[in-house]
């Protein structure tokens, strides 16, 4: 990988006429750790400072950490914020209640994939700044290009691999990959219909899937 990586980066390199030193990496394995947990602080009345934040903050951190030794945390989002049972946009500082809960999202990637990972980077003279998640990437894209200011979800059919994201106040809370796709659906068309699998990627490719009417059925499938 090492070997690879070098030789395409110094290519890149070459042409630019620049060096890397530093790198975002973004990540795209599927057997990362996705795991939310709340944590909540009595006030009493009292003002909500940044201690308390700070508190709830640092001990979920680090009953998660603790919890799942062979794992590094890549990303951590607040995701929301309860005062009384009254859901709010932004952190509470300053407003006066009785009990306060925070929901925290923790991504963890395993210890060694990390060190693989950063150690064939460092082969290359490259150090690795920031691991970001795909699913995470390709959220914020899509709410900054799009301007999305509501919660959503996103689910991606590849060949062999599905995924779906949530996103929760402009905040990834879960994501998961499935051994499955768009080649599970293929087969069961062909099962079910009696047809040949060459004939199902042949129908598949003539329909356009993304400009199908829900008030004309006749084109869901062409009548040949």
Known sequence: SSEILKKNLNAIEKKIGYTFKKVILVNNQNNYNCINVTGFKNIGGSQISEDDISYILNELKTLVLDSEKDYSLIHLFNSNYTLDNLNLKNLPIGLFGDVYNHHLTF??????????????????????ERIVLKPFAEGINKIINK????????????????YISIFKNKSLIYS??????????????????????????????????????VEKKEEYLDKK
């Not at 693989?116 to 003279?125: G, T, Y």
């Not at 301007?147 to 599905?162: L, Y």
């Open 107 to 128: 991504f963890l990637l395993l210890k060694n994939d990390l060190k693989n990972l950063k150690q064939v980077l460092n082969n290359c003279h490259v150090e690795v």
């Open 176 to 213: 998961q990959n499935f051994l499955f796709g768009s080649e599970i659906i293929k087969k069961d068309i062909a099962k079910v219909c009696s047809l040949k699998r060459e004939t199902v990627d042949d129908i598949l490719e003539k329909i356009d899937l993304n400009n199908l009417s």
């Open 147 to 162: 301007k999305i200011n509501e919660d959503f979800f996103e689910i991606r059919i590849g060949e062999k691999f599905t």
